[in-house]
């Protein structure tokens, strides 16, 4: 079956520093990729996706590459914000069951100023 | 972009009493609408999926006859939690998607409260 492996959190970070946030899969077909974030006491917000290999999706500053060689999906940002401190998910949803979406166990980022 | 509204965004019932959550797609006709369910800090765990016109496949270890799911239009689905107690409580988020597409848009979420 789908899965999704999120790299294990919580992550602290300083204002400006670096962000990546490791995500691998294991799907069948050729799913779509997709990084989520949610705010406290909120629903989801779709962050960015990539439907297919090599395909970069980008948003507000994060990026993530889907690499079909290493199955991953990795997130980073250049240079975090105070407001980005939220948690994010990686998820994927196969073209064998559209819509259906497979989640990570989300990753807790707090950016201190 | 698509918009899936769910309605209400909180409630708090009593033990023993049935509480519905509506999801509705608002510009475009969802022909299939997934249920999750998501406990505090954990992730979305899929509850059910639903088919406009069909019955609802339901995860395993998910009781039906407690989460009672209608999907009777192409814009609306409903999840019914029939005679909640305390560990019902939980935030419930539903998605939709038409018919093909990969990605699924997702509702705001409700967070039941069962005292």
């Known amino acids: 079956g789908n899965s999704v492996t999120q790299m294990e959190g919580p992550v602290t970070l300083s204002e400006e520093a670096f962000l990546t946030i490791n995500c691998t899969y294991t799907a069948t077909g050729y799913p779509s990729l997709f990084w989520y974030v949610q705010y406290p006491g909120e629903g989801l917000q779709l962050l960015l996706k990539a439907t297919k290999a090599d395909d970069k999706g980008s948003n507000k500053g994060f990026e993530a590459t889907y690499r079909k060689e290493t199955t991953s999906f990795h997130l980073e940002k250049g240079s975090v914000q105070v407001s980005d401190s939220a948690v994010y998910f990686c998820a994927l949803s196969s073209n064998t069951n559209a819509g259906k979406s497979t989640f990570g166990d989300g990753t807790t980022l707090t950016v201190k100023p | 972009g698509a918009v899936v509204s769910q309605h209400p965004s909180w409630v708090i019932c009593k033990s023993g009493t049935s509480v519905k959550i509506e999801c509705r797609s608002l510009?475009?006709?969802?022909?299939?609408m997934f249920w999750y369910r998501q406990f505090p800090k954990q992730s979305l765990m899929l509850m059910a999926t639903?088919?406009?016109?069909?019955?609802?496949?339901?995860e395993q270890g998910v009781e039906k006859d407690k989460f009672l799911i209608n999907h009777a239009s192409l814009t609306l689905s409903t999840l019914t939690v029939t005679s909640a107690h305390p560990e019902d409580s939980s935030f419930y988020i539903c998605?939709?998607?038409?018919?093909?597409?990969?990605?699924?848009?997702f509702g705001q979420g409700t967070r039941l409260t069962v005292v």
């Open positions: 998605s939709a998607t038409d018919r093909g597409n990969t990605e699924a848009f």
């Open positions: 510009d475009f006709q969802a022909t299939t």
């Open positions: 639903s088919n406009e016109g069909s019955k609802a496949t339901y």
